[in-house]
């Protein structure tokens, strides 16, 4: 059972930052969750109570004060094992994926332990009515963010930003949307052989090129469609794609429905 859904519609914003889609008090947790995907990122704190998450690298046991952050498009499930309650958020965004990476979020999400200290903030999210709700939600994500960076980067692992994967995924993330955006492209305006691009970029975020351009043009076309945008050919052009066709093809791939679908679903939802 749902209390206190926030639900914020997605602005336009430099691609630096990202948009809060929502905040969930999660009251009752089912015992026996069903795996699910979904195409924004999201982070969870557990407020009370046991439970397991479920993911494709095995089972994290949860416990009262733990964080957890998933990526988007990445099966999952929480189990409720004893009295479990949580609140959790959804984002998206540019600014999203680069705190995915620059704080080490694991392909299959990660969990984050002993953050009890940081419960009171997260309940201000669902328990106030504010007007600027949406804001809150924003300094709730990056505090919780700076909190987790203290564990992090504490450890003798060096943190590694200036290098070549990362002039690419920089790249990337500023021209996603061009059409004729490709591995030839960019290591053209890096002045890099397409091979180091392709293996250099791989081995350091574990995702091809490819698949990570496709990743963003979805998120992209996610939030156009939370927007308002209802125009699948319009969509597409916008995500970097000439062909609406192609474009369907792609998004039902990766989110499971197809973009007319998924609009349906979002109508619906802003109708309630």
Not at 162 to 189: M, Q, V, W, Y
Request: charged share 20%; glycine share 4%; net charge neutral.
């Amino acid at each position: 059972m749902y209390q206190n859904i926030c639900n914020f519609l997605p602005k336009f914003n430099n691609y630096n930052f990202f948009n809060v889609i929502n905040a969930v008090y999660e009251t009752q947790c089912p015992s026996d969750p069903k795996p699910k995907v979904v195409a924004t990122h999201r982070m969870y704190m557990i407020t009370e109570g046991e439970g397991i998450l479920h993911t494709e690298k095995g089972d994290e046991p949860l416990k009262k004060g733990d964080i957890i952050v998933m990526p988007p498009s990445k099966r999952f499930a929480i189990e409720n094992t004893d009295r479990l309650i949580y609140i959790y958020t959804s984002y998206l965004g540019i600014r999203a994926n680069i705190l995915a990476e620059d704080y080490k979020i694991g392909p299959c999400g990660s969990v984050f332990h002993s953050h009890d200290a940081l419960i009171p903030m997260w309940y201000s999210m669902v328990t106030k009515q504010l007007k600027n709700a949406s804001v809150c939600c924003e300094g709730v994500v990056l505090y919780t963010f700076s909190e987790i960076g203290n564990d992090i980067f504490s450890s003798n692992d060096p943190h590694i930003t200036d290098n070549a994967a990362h002039k690419i995924r920089d790249l990337i993330d500023k021209c996603f949307t061009g059409s004729d955006l490709n591995l030839e492209k960019i290591a053209f305006e890096l002045n890099y052989h397409p091979k180091y691009v392709s293996s250099a970029f791989q081995k350091e975020f574990k995702i091809s090129i490819n698949n990570y351009i496709r990743t963003l043009r979805v998120q992209h076309a996610c939030t156009l469609i939370e927007q308002g945008l209802t125009s699948v050919q319009n969509i597409s052009v916008l995500c970097g794609y000439n062909d609406p066709l192609y474009f369907s093809t792609v998004f039902k791939r990766q989110m499971g429905v197809s973009p007319k679908e998924y609009i349906t679903t979002v109508i619906h939802k802003h109708k309630k």
